[in-house]
């Protein structure tokens, strides 16, 4: 009997080793698994941090085609703008030299006063009108884009203007 008891003893402490050593196993288990899921799961913050910054980036891009287009339309004003000043300092320029050239003939006559008025006026009337059908070009040329089908920015680049004056003259005649 005593083999036996120590059979028993001996077979009841391997056992205890065994459910030691796997509880033990088990913790080195789940370690290691927490660590396999935690190596992913870095990898997807890295990967939702480079599609962030991918985002960011097209944004700026996005930004800074806009800023380009604007300052493209604004610089496009400006040389209007210009070209209109110069033409009416021309204009002004010719009308000091024709009231000179009346102070120098001495017009005395209020007939030939009146006609001097009158072809000043005349000539203001006849640069408005050239205005007014300069900005009428634009605008009809931008209708007849915009019946054919092009959109806002297909017209802006045909015609080298901003898309906010193509879509400034659509809604005014709509």
Avoid: R
């Avoid at 008891?5 to 288990?29: A, E, R, Y």
């Avoid at 944004?59 to 604004?74: A, G, P, Q, T």
């Avoid at 059908?133 to 959109?151: M, P, Q, V, Y």
Wanted: avoid cysteine; glycine fraction near 2%.
């Amino acid at each position: 009997m005593n083999n036996i008891n120590i059979f028993v003893i001996v077979s009841i402490v391997i056992g205890i080793i065994f459910i030691i050593l796997s509880f033990v196993l088990k913790d080195n288990k789940n370690n290691s698994n927490d660590e396999k899921l935690k190596k992913p799961e870095d990898e997807l913050k890295s990967d939702i941090n480079y599609i962030n910054k991918e985002v960011t980036i097209n944004e700026i891009n996005n930004k800074i085609l806009e800023l380009n287009d604007y300052s493209n339309f604004i610089k496009q004003e400006l040389n209007e703008k210009h070209k209109e000043l110069l033409f009416l300092y021309q204009m002004i320029t010719e009308k000091e030299k024709s009231i000179k050239t009346l102070k120098d003939n001495k017009i005395t006559n209020k007939q030939d006063i009146e006609i001097a008025k009158h072809t000043a006026i005349k000539d203001e009337q006849d640069l408005q009108e050239e205005i007014n059908n300069e900005i009428n070009s634009n605008a009809k040329k931008i209708l007849d884009l915009f019946k054919k089908g092009n959109d806002i920015t297909d017209i802006a680049k045909k015609l080298s203007i901003g898309k906010g004056e193509v879509k400034l003259i659509l809604d005014l005649y709509k």
